[in-house]
């Protein structure tokens, strides 16, 4: 209860603190891809995502001190990693039957070169797109009304997420003590952040002024990152008790943030103002 008090204090006075803008950033693109979606990223700077070759086939990647990595789940065409944790347990999604044609979505736990299938009973499509390290997951689920809802998932029992009064629910981050953050789509359409305390409660996250706000990873310090669109276009950010920290890739057309570590690095990926391609980037913070 008390963490949840100091979480909603934060909150609230970081909505009303200036915006600012002081990240350096890396691009990424992975060798002879189409594009490049990082996706995650943990404290030792380990990133995954997805990578198009030029076959359009979506594969999945890490990137550790420099070198890729492809990760594919064994026997299936597209896999797209979405989270890492600081063990290096990688969890995504992949798909069943051929291009335009898949007949269902699964979400997988990577974790020391092994695969697991990880499916919400039920439903067709499950992916997970954050771990910590107890082993949390969390991610999204597709019902057969064709309605998305959040999910936790722990010691093999899954936890439907809806936030109250929502049409649509999505569940995108967690960190170590539990807290999950993702969007919820309202009765007018409109996309906002939220933030699942641990005790279950939901904080809505809207960056003051945009259209269209969308949470997508939280560190175990509580900083949020995600995207939100207002009148300029589309803008990744960071959320601390400082307030929000925009980011704009230079030379993006948009930029969208998807993953935080301990240290406040995100990765993303933007559109690339030229090409129109997506691709990758960390912003790091200045020491």
């Known amino acids: 209860m008390l963490r949840r008090k100091m979480l909603t204090t934060f909150l609230a006075m970081a909505m009303f603190a200036t915006a600012v803008s002081a990240q350096s950033i890396t691009k990424i693109d992975v060798p002879g891809a189409v594009t490049t979606a990082p996706q995650g990223i943990n404290s030792p700077r380990e990133v995954v995502g997805t990578f198009t070759g030029a076959d359009g086939v979506t594969h999945g990647f890490l990137l550790s001190d420099g070198t890729f990595t492809d990760i594919n789940v064994p026997g299936h065409l ?3 990693p979405r989270g890492i944790n600081e063990r290096g347990d990688i969890v995504g999604q992949y798909d069943d039957g051929p291009i335009g044609r898949q007949t ?10 092994e695969f697991q299938t990880i499916d919400f009973p039920g439903v067709a499509f499950t992916g997970i797109f954050g771990i910590n390290n107890h082993g949390q997951m969390t991610g999204n689920i597709i019902d057969n009304a064709r309605i998305n809802h959040g999910f ?32 919820y789509i309202d009765g007018q359409g409109v996309s906002h952040g939220y933030m699942r305390t ?13 259209t269209a706000t969308a949470a997508r990873g939280i560190s175990n310090r509580g900083s949020i990152t995600g995207q939100f669109t207002d009148a300029s276009g589309t803008h990744a950010f960071v959320l601390t008790s400082r307030g929000f920290t925009t980011i704009d890739v230079p030379g993006a057309a948009a ?6 570590n301990e240290r406040g690095d995100v990765a993303g990926n933007y559109s690339d103002a030229v090409t129109r391609r997506t691709r990758g980037f960390v912003a790091t913070k200045p020491k």
């Open 104 to 113: 269902s979505t699964h979400g997988f736990l990577l974790r020391k070169g």
């Open 78 to 80: 597209q896999t797209a």
């Open 198 to 210: 641990d005790d279950g409660s939901f904080i809505t996250v809207d960056v003051p002024g945009a």
């Open 255 to 260: 930029t969208f943030g998807r993953g935080i």
């Open 152 to 183: 936790l998932h722990e010691d093999g029992t899954f936890t439907q997420i809806d936030v109250p009064r929502a049409s649509q629910t999505f569940a995108f981050g967690i960190n170590e003590v539990g807290e999950i953050v993702g969007s």
